[in-house]
């Protein structure tokens, strides 16, 4: 079965950066789009990054854009999520997911999520 499966998350100061990775099986994952969207308390799930299935196009939310960089290698099947400058903001659960058609915004498009990573940053 599909499976993709978070990691890199944890607790940082503001100014500090972390290294998100998603790494897929189960999927042909070069013919997926792959999206980052994350979930704060008490509020809903919102896109923060994707990324189409050859890499050649990346989109963010602009709330992270100069500060986040989504990239992907197909020969590991993995997606990652580069976070520098985090902002207490920034603190949520982390979630990768699959798209098998084009990135999109919307979370309900998407076919296959992760359980999801936590990043705090602390002030």
């Known amino acids: 079965q599909v499976q993709l499966v978070e990691s890199g998350g944890g607790l940082v100061q503001a100014g500090g950066s972390l290294r998100l990775s998603c790494a897929a099986s189960g999927l042909t994952f070069s013919m997926y789009a792959m999206g980052w969207f994350r979930q704060a308390p008490g509020k809903e799930r919102e896109f923060v990054a994707g990324?189409?299935?050859?890499?050649?196009?990346?989109y963010y939310a602009d709330s992270v854009k100069g500060r986040f960089t989504i990239s992907r290698d197909n020969a590991k099947n993995t997606v990652y999520l580069q976070m520098n400058s985090l902002i207490p903001e920034d603190t949520a659960v982390y979630y990768c997911a699959a798209d098998k058609g084009l990135v999109r915004r919307e979370s309900s498009r998407y076919d296959y999520w992760g359980q999801g990573t936590q990043v705090t940053v602390s002030s």
């Open positions: 990324i189409s299935w050859s890499g050649t196009s990346t």
